[in-house]
C-alpha cells in the first residue's frame, strides 16, 4: 500500500501523514461500472484514489440523472467529506468510470488530520476548489452551452478520463449522463460521423477529429 500511496500522494503528503493512512486505510479495488455510494447512503470513510477514475453523478425528484464530475488519481470527493463530517446521508451516486482502486480512510482521521497536518488541510481545501470550480463548469454548459456543445465537451473529458479513443457507452447512457433523451444524442451523434468528427459502431464510438 506504501508504493502506491506515495506514487499518487508523496508529493502532497508528508512520511508521517502517509504512514498513518497506511495504519488505518483500507485497500478497495472496483470493477467498472460497479456502484460505490448511492444517495441516502451514509458515509462512514472517505475515499483517497489511487488509480482509474469515478464519475460523480446527481439525481432529480423524477430520477433523472446528470453527471457532475469526474474523481481521478490522487484527488478526493469533497461532497463525500462534507456528508462524512455531517454525518449526513449521501446526495451523490459515485460509480466506477474504470477500473478503480482506492484507499478507504475511516472518517474519525479527517479532523485529526486538519488540526495536525498542513498538508492535509491544504489537500481539503484543495479539494473542494476543485470541485467548486467542476460544478460551476457544469453549471456554465448547462446554462449557456447547446446541446452539441456540451455533447462534444462530454467526448472529450470521457475520451481523456479513460485515455482511449474508444467510447464504449450506448447513446442511451450517454444522455443518461447529459441528462437529455437518447434521440437527440442520436441525432447529433449521426451529425458529428457525418462531419467526419467521430466513427460510430454498435455500442461504441471512435473519436477521429472532435
Known sequence: ??????????????????????????????????????????????????????????????????????????????????????????????????????????VQKMEEWTSKYKSWRNFVFESYHNRINELLATLDSIAFQQMDERLAQYLREKSRVNESDIIKNTHQEIAYDLNTSRVVISRLLKKMEQMGKIELGRNYLKILNL
Not at 67 to 74: H, Q, S
Not at 76 to 85: A, E
Open 1 to 106: 500500500m506504501i508504493e502506491d500511496l506515495k506514487q499518487s500522494y508523496g508529493h502532497l503528503f508528508e512520511d508521517d501523514l502517509l504512514n498513518e493512512i497506511m495504519e488505518v486505510g483500507v485497500i478497495k479495488e472496483v470493477p467498472e461500472g460497479s456502484k460505490m455510494m448511492d444517495i441516502g447512503d451514509y458515509v462512514k470513510s472517505m475515499p483517497l484514489l489511487i488509480s482509474g477514475a469515478i464519475k460523480i453523478l446527481r439525481e432529480n425528484i423524477e430520477g433523472d440523472e446528470l453527471l457532475l464530475y469526474y474523481l481521478e488519481k490522487g484527488e478526493t470527493c469533497s461532497m463525500t467529506m462534507t456528508c462524512c463530517l455531517g454525518q449526513k446521508q449521501s446526495e451523490i451516486r459515485a460509480i466506477a468510470e474504470t477500473d478503480a482502486k482506492l484507499i478507504m480512510v475511516p
